[in-house]
């Protein structure tokens, strides 16, 4: 196990009927509130109604900006930036997923940038960048997927160069989340399943990783893995069922705050490697990762394949026998690819219309500023293209 900091301020407010205490969380960083969200479901189902309701009780001065799309695009990020400069905004609200999340830390902390900085420029080279300062950020969430409600993380999309990168700081992490899972309960079957995929992932990614003696995070990532395994499709026949949307939703924040990957380092090849097809053809994340996943695992394997009998026997049940290693292997990544088209994702480019004209192109933009991806194995421009055509 490494030596490792563990650090998240997040304040978690979990559970039905929170959202009435959006106003006197939001209060306690001042008066001028932007509310960010996304196309408007939170209009149709009541959260937008909630939250307005809370926040003019606390006596807040509210101004709004929707329109985030999944993919956040850097425009609406500058957009926000305008505002926020020009009505002195003190918290940034955040109200929906990942992507209004990922945008409204990327508002934040743009908003503090001296002045000709451009935002743009964190995100396309610096990536782990130190983010000196920025707007406090609360949280209403709505949709299980990113775990950006109490992470480090934000990825935008510049939609003019179909690239789409991350920022990473300490800085920019929330200092509250509230979480309902009764919003959930109208959630698109789609988007459900994406969330899943895309809280598998960050499970995964921090599962594989070439660091020994760290059990008990091994057994967390397990556990939470077969969570996920479990719940999303009941989830998906019981979408009003309170139980199974409460165990995504906080399953969801615990993979992604940073917790289950201490001790070791995690690979996230997988998610660079996908940020290229949701770049280039805005695919959803979550269908992007349930497609790039499987051909990752199938190219690497064989750098550690106990990593993945491990994986095999406490995740999937397999129960082959341990000599037969490939067998093993095969079984997991066979049960991988049943669960995501259980839950009606693709693991394939061809069941996304992708075809294989730009994966060179991809392959080539994904080393843009990196010596390599991933850690479990090192990749380069040749074995990214590779993954690219076991997905095909």
Same mark, same amino acid.
């Given at each position: 196990?490494?030596?490792?900091? %563990?650090?998240?301020?997040?304040?978690?407010?979990?559970?039905?009927?929170?959202?009435?205490?959006?106003?006197?969380?939001?209060?306690?960083?001042?008066?001028?509130?932007?509310?960010? %969200?996304?196309?408007?479901?939170?209009?149709?189902?009541?959260?937008?109604?909630?939250?307005?309701?809370?926040?003019?009780?606390?006596?807040?001065?509210?101004?709004?900006?929707?329109?985030?799309?999944?993919?956040?695009?850097?425009?609406?990020?500058?957009?926000?930036?305008?505002?926020?400069?020009?009505?002195?905004?003190?918290?940034?609200?955040?109200?929906?997923?990942?992507?209004?999340?990922?945008?409204?830390?990327?508002?934040?902390?743009?908003?503090?940038?001296?002045?000709?900085?451009?935002?743009?420029?964190?995100? %396309?080279?610096?990536?782990?960048?130190?983010?000196?300062?920025?707007?406090?950020?609360?949280?209403?969430?709505?949709?299980?997927?990113?775990?950006?409600?109490?992470?480090?993380?934000?990825?935008?999309?510049?939609?003019?160069?179909?690239?789409?990168?991350?920022?990473?700081?300490?800085?920019?992490?929330?200092?509250?989340?509230?979480?309902?899972?009764?919003?959930?309960?109208?959630?698109?079957?789609?988007?459900?399943?994406?969330?899943?995929?895309?809280?598998?992932?960050?499970?995964?990614?921090?599962?594989?990783?070439?660091?020994?003696?760290?059990?008990?995070?091994?057994?967390?990532?397990?556990?939470?893995?077969?969570?996920?395994?479990?719940?999303?499709?009941?989830?998906?026949?019981?979408?009003?069922? %309170?139980?199974?949307?409460?165990?995504?939703?906080?399953?969801?924040?615990?993979?992604?705050?940073?917790?289950?990957?201490?001790?070791?380092?995690?690979?996230?090849?997988?998610?660079?490697?996908?940020?290229?097809?949701?770049?280039?053809?805005?695919?959803?994340?979550?269908?992007?990762?349930?497609?790039?996943?499987?051909?990752?695992?199938?190219?690497?394997?064989?750098?550690?394949?106990?990593?993945?009998?491990?994986?095999?026997?406490?995740?999937?049940?397999?129960?082959?026998?341990?000599?037969?290693?490939?067998?093993?292997?095969?079984?997991?990544?066979?049960?991988?690819?049943?669960?995501?088209?259980?839950?009606?994702?693709?693991?394939?480019?061809?069941?996304?219309?992708?075809?294989?004209?730009?994966?060179?192109?991809?392959?080539?933009?994904?080393?843009?500023?990196?010596?390599?991806?991933?850690?479990?194995?090192?990749?380069?421009?040749?074995?990214?293209?590779?993954?690219?055509?076991?997905?095909?």
């Amino acid at each position: 196990m490494l030596n490792f900091t %563990y650090y998240n301020p997040t304040r978690i407010i979990f559970g039905k009927g929170t959202i009435s205490q959006v106003g006197s969380q939001a209060a306690g960083f001042g008066t001028k509130v932007l509310l960010h %969200y996304g196309s408007g479901s939170i209009k149709k189902n009541g959260v937008y109604d909630q939250v307005t309701a809370s926040l003019k009780a606390a006596g807040l001065n509210v101004i709004e900006l929707g329109g985030v799309v999944p993919n956040p695009r850097l425009s609406l990020v500058r957009e926000g930036i305008e505002i926020c400069k020009r009505e002195g905004i003190e918290l940034i609200l955040a109200v929906g997923g990942g992507s209004v999340i990922d945008s409204a830390k990327a508002i934040g902390f743009g908003s503090c940038l001296p002045e000709g900085e451009d935002v743009w420029d964190d995100y %396309y080279m610096k990536g782990d960048c130190t983010v000196k300062e920025t707007l406090p950020l609360g949280v209403v969430l709505t949709i299980p997927a990113a775990g950006s409600e109490s992470s480090t993380g934000t990825v935008i999309t510049n939609a003019e160069k179909g690239l789409k990168r991350a920022v990473n700081s300490e800085t920019i992490v929330a200092k509250f989340a509230i979480m309902d899972p009764e919003t959930n309960y109208t959630l698109p079957a789609y988007q459900t399943a994406c969330g899943a995929s895309d809280i598998l992932a960050h499970l995964q990614e921090r599962y594989f990783t070439m660091e020994q003696h760290n059990d008990l995070s091994d057994r967390l990532l397990e556990s939470a893995m077969r969570n996920v395994i479990a719940n999303a499709p009941l989830a998906l026949r019981h979408p009003k069922e %309170y139980r199974y949307r409460a165990e995504l939703m906080w399953t969801g924040t615990i993979a992604h705050n940073n917790l289950l990957d201490r001790g070791r380092i995690g690979d996230w090849a997988s998610h660079d490697i996908e940020h290229e097809l949701s770049g280039m053809y805005d695919i959803a994340h979550g269908a992007g990762l349930a497609i790039i996943f499987p051909a990752w695992m199938k190219y690497v394997h064989n750098t550690n394949i106990d990593r993945f009998i491990q994986y095999a026997i406490r995740v999937w049940d397999v129960s082959l026998p341990v000599e037969d290693k490939e067998g093993v292997f095969t079984a997991a990544v066979d049960r991988l690819e049943a669960f995501y088209r259980s839950i009606g994702m693709p693991v394939r480019l061809s069941e996304a219309d992708i075809g294989p004209e730009n994966l060179r192109k991809m392959a080539e933009t994904a080393m843009i500023g990196s010596s390599h991806l991933g850690n479990f194995k090192k990749l380069y421009a040749d074995d990214i293209e590779k993954i690219y055509r076991l997905a095909l």
